[in-house]
């Protein structure tokens, strides 16, 4: 069965701060996507990766995939208070999601 | 487009009632996905639909959960008899295809059973 994980679970940060979200998966995948959900809402998408080592970029987020390593990053560039949400990812055709997650950025 | 539709968008309702709640895929999409959604266990896949067609319903919690699609622009999801640990959000999703297509989310249908 496929799992999916991802940590951390909750990150807060500081404005201004960079970090990284990971998501590992269990087995084989060629595509990969990344969501925000705002509290309250639905599912926003954020990134599609489809490949080994693709890289996609969105302001100050950043997404890759590394299917050797069954692991894909989002990375958070000098965050401000408008990327507070939760992140999750989803792996495989039929979108199995991570746990999510929650990011609070504090001024 | 105006979107995955889903209907309602609140739900209270007592134990052992039906519930029905409603879907209606982007145009043209031939995947369409329910989702549960709880604190407790997260975004769940349930089943979805390829071209109306069920392909994978093994997330459907039990027997009081059905799901049909009679035709490519719309889809239900039926619980009866409805229990308390049924209260969650339930998402409608869709895609023009799996093989990295964005895949479209509704706005959930929160249902409360009490």
């Known amino acids: 069965e496929l799992k999916v994980e991802q940590n951390p679970l909750f990150l807060s940060m500081q404005e201004g701060k960079n970090y990284t979200i990971y998501c590992n998966y269990s087995?084989?995948?060629?595509?990969l996507y990344w969501y925000r959900q705002d509290p309250g809402k639905s599912l926003e998408s954020l990134f599609v990766?489809?490949?080994?080592?693709a890289v996609k970029q969105e302001g100050r987020l950043m997404a890759s995939l590394d299917t050797k390593a069954r692991l894909s990053t989002l990375h958070i560039t000098a965050a401000v208070h408008d990327l507070s949400a939760t992140y999750f990812c989803?792996?495989?055709?039929?979108?199995?999601f991570g746990a999510g997650t929650r990011l609070t950025v504090k001024p | 487009d105006a979107g995955v539709i889903q209907s309602p968008r609140h739900e209270v309702t007592e134990m052992g009632q039906e519930v029905t709640l409603r879907c209606k895929p982007i145009?043209?999409?031939?995947?369409l996905f329910w989702y549960r959604q709880t604190m407790m266990r997260g975004l769940e896949l349930l089943i979805y639909?390829?071209?109306?067609?069920?392909?994978?319903d093994s997330g459907m919690p039990e027997d009081r959960f059905s799901a049909k699609m009679p035709n490519a622009s719309f889809s239900t999801l039926k619980i009866q008899p409805s229990e308390p640990r049924d209260s969650a959000v339930y998402f409608c999703?869709?895609?023009?295809?799996?093989?990295?297509?964005?895949?479209?989310f509704g706005e959930g249908s929160w249902l409360t059973v009490v």
């Open positions: 999703a869709s895609s023009l295809d799996i093989s990295g297509n964005t895949i479209y």
């Open positions: 087995t084989t995948s060629d595509r």
């Open positions: 990766l489809l490949s080994n080592g």
């Open positions: 989803a792996v495989s055709y039929d979108m199995r």
């Open positions: 145009s043209g999409h031939d995947y």
């Open positions: 639909f390829n071209n109306n067609v069920p392909i994978d």
